[in-house]
């Protein structure tokens, strides 16, 4: 499979730094799609992450998403996984600590979840507390935080909360809009893109 450039990971990857970016995509293929993308633009510019993935969606589909990044990029990555009997608290704050360049949170919706055990104000309170964290040191230390939400659990009755909250724990709220043989993302708060958006090509095939 392709990889994106050094210069396309520039040109996305700096309106991001030293900020909180939230991802909205429209269900899981959209989410292998842009998580492709994004992982292809860090290996680009050469920037270790450290990943939160709490649905295990990444890991279950690592082999694909990775599919030709450089090992040396790979073995520097860390990536974790929440579990419903873990420590969501010391997992979360373990996050915090860490020294990559990009810290990443698929999904958040995921995380919400876990973290309501006392209620869903509760755990939009206790995950907002957690956000708020990543990106006061994303602002002080430049580096990049990033959550993936899920639009398609709007639709039920009990995401309202949700709805109104997941997406503005961040300090941008970026859509990714699947067209064809291309990917779209918009960010209403940010300048560093161009009006109509960063056009991306696929690189990673369409799921049926």
Known sequence: MSLPTFRQAYAFLG???GK?????VRGRTANAVVSRFILGCLSA??????VLD???F???NMPELTDGLPKEFLQKGVIEYLADESDEELSLAGIIATEASVIWIDDMNAVLHLLSSGGQ???IHRLSTFYHTLSYNARTNNTIVLGTVYKPTFGTATAGIAKRSLPKL?????????RTGEVVFRCHE????PAEGFVAPLYLEERT
């Open 190 to 193: 940010m300048a560093g893109w």
């Open 58 to 60: 990444l890991g279950t």
């Open 20 to 24: 909180s970016s939230t991802f909205l």
């Open 15 to 17: 309106p991001l730094k």
């Open 45 to 50: 510019a050469k920037l270790n992450i450290a």
């Open 121 to 123: 104000r509760s755990g």
């Open 170 to 178: 961040s300090d941008l709220q970026i859509s990714a809009e699947l």
């Open 54 to 56: 709490t649905s295990t």
